[in-house]
């Protein structure tokens, strides 16, 4: 009896033990399950915001390769082309859509960095940009008007040669010879103003004077060929009597018509083209200071973001 006891409880002890071992197994291997996924969820989670930052990282690069080029093209191309605001307009388009993405990527991953003033670089940028889009009529019209000027003023300056050559045949006065001949000269330095304009508004203190002296030179030029059709005694011009001189001279105050209605266009839009100069200017300076806080969005997540 006692010896079928012991069997018993030793067959007792041994299912127990055996069956201990399977459940102490058993949570081993649940344990190593749940490790193994939140691995993975970890895993997944880190790839995904590496991901992000992959392609953050890349609308950063863009949007600094943007400003560049946009400065790079302000700077060497024509605002003359009618294809230059198009262009400026699709660069300004597409550097205000990563303006979007980046910041509210910033908001999004809660980035540690200064939020009003990464704003406030933003809207220094927009600022003379926009401008500079606004601008885009009148610097159209104000080169058109420059573009005819410059396309009459040899027309005017041939007919002014043919008035000169008929005054020396006709043996007029000298104070005839005098003024038709300075009006040569005065012609030539309007057209020489006009090329500055055309070559180059930067708004330096060259360009101004030229700009100046356009308008001045031009209104001497039109009130001494009306001193020669009509007389002037203030400048001491006499009316000329010689039919064939007085028929050039017609034909000059035709032409004169449409220059001078050219020339009013440019001087009266002459200060917003030395404002685009301005503009163009303080984008490029905007322009650096905006990549510089950039510069510091290019981070290492484990470092930059909060918690």
């Given at each position: 009896m006692?010896?079928q006891?012991?069997?018993a409880?030793l067959?007792?002890?041994?299912?127990?033990?055996?069956?201990?071992?399977w459940?102490?197994?058993?949570?081993?291997?649940?344990l190593?399950?749940?490790i193994?996924?939140l691995?993975?969820s970890?895993?997944?989670?880190?790839?995904?915001?590496?991901a992000?930052?992959?392609?953050?990282?890349?609308?950063?690069?863009?949007?600094?390769?943007?400003?560049?080029?946009l400065?790079?093209?302000?700077?060497?191309?024509?605002?003359?082309?009618?294809?230059?605001f198009?262009?400026?307009?699709?660069?300004?388009?597409?550097i205000?859509?990563?303006?979007?993405?980046?910041?509210?990527?910033?908001?999004?991953?809660?980035?540690?960095?200064?939020?009003k003033?990464?704003?406030?670089?933003?809207?220094?940028?927009?600022?003379?940009?926009?401008?500079?889009?606004?601008q885009?009529?009148?610097?159209?019209?104000?080169?058109k008007?420059?573009g005819?000027v410059?396309?009459t003023?040899?027309?005017?300056l041939?007919?002014?040669s043919?008035?000169?050559?008929l005054l020396?045949?006709?043996?007029?006065?000298?104070?005839?010879?005098?003024?038709?001949?300075?009006?040569?000269?005065l012609i030539?330095?309007?057209?020489n103003?006009v090329?500055?304009?055309m070559?180059?508004?930067?708004?330096?203190a060259?360009?101004i004077?030229?700009?100046?002296?356009?308008?001045?030179?031009?209104a001497?030029?039109?009130?001494?060929?009306?001193?020669?059709?009509?007389?002037?005694?203030?400048m001491?011009?006499?009316?000329?009597?010689?039919?064939?001189?007085?028929?050039?001279?017609?034909?000059?105050?035709?032409?004169?018509?449409?220059?001078s209605?050219?020339?009013?266009?440019?001087?009266?839009?002459?200060?917003?083209?030395?404002?685009?100069?301005?503009?163009?200017?303080?984008?490029?300076?905007?322009?650096?200071?905006?990549?510089?806080?950039?510069?510091?969005?290019?981070?290492?997540?484990?470092?930059?973001?909060?918690?």
């Amino acid at each position: 009896m006692s010896e079928q006891y012991e069997q018993a409880v030793l067959e007792r002890n041994s299912y127990g033990s055996s069956n201990s071992s399977w459940i102490f197994l058993a949570v081993i291997f649940v344990l190593a399950l749940i490790i193994i996924f939140l691995s993975l969820s970890k895993l997944e989670t880190n790839s995904n915001q590496n991901a992000l930052i992959i392609e953050f990282q890349k609308t950063l690069f863009e949007q600094t390769n943007g400003l560049n080029d946009l400065t790079a093209y302000l700077s060497n191309n024509d605002e003359k082309n009618k294809h230059y605001f198009t262009r400026i307009k699709k660069y300004s388009n597409e550097i205000y859509h990563r303006f979007i993405i980046i910041s509210e990527f910033i908001v999004d991953n809660g980035l540690l960095v200064d939020q009003k003033k990464f704003s406030r670089a933003e809207k220094n940028y927009r600022k003379p940009l926009d401008a500079i889009l606004e601008q885009r009529e009148k610097l159209i019209q104000f080169y058109k008007a420059l573009g005819k000027v410059q396309q009459t003023l040899p027309r005017l300056l041939a007919l002014n040669s043919e008035v000169t050559e008929l005054l020396i045949q006709d043996n007029t006065s000298e104070n005839h010879t005098y003024f038709i001949t300075r009006q040569l000269f005065l012609i030539e330095r309007v057209s020489n103003s006009v090329q500055i304009l055309m070559d180059n508004v930067t708004g330096s203190a060259k360009v101004i004077a030229a700009a100046d002296r356009i308008g001045r030179d031009m209104a001497l030029i039109m009130r001494v060929y009306k001193g020669l059709l009509d007389g002037d005694y203030r400048m001491n011009v006499a009316k000329i009597k010689n039919l064939k001189v007085r028929a050039q001279l017609q034909k000059i105050a035709k032409t004169n018509v449409p220059l001078s209605k050219e020339i009013g266009i440019v001087l009266q839009l002459g200060i917003e083209v030395f404002q685009f100069s301005d503009r163009r200017f303080e984008l490029e300076q905007q322009s650096k200071k905006l990549q510089k806080n950039y510069q510091t969005l290019f981070f290492d997540p484990n470092d930059t973001q909060e918690g």
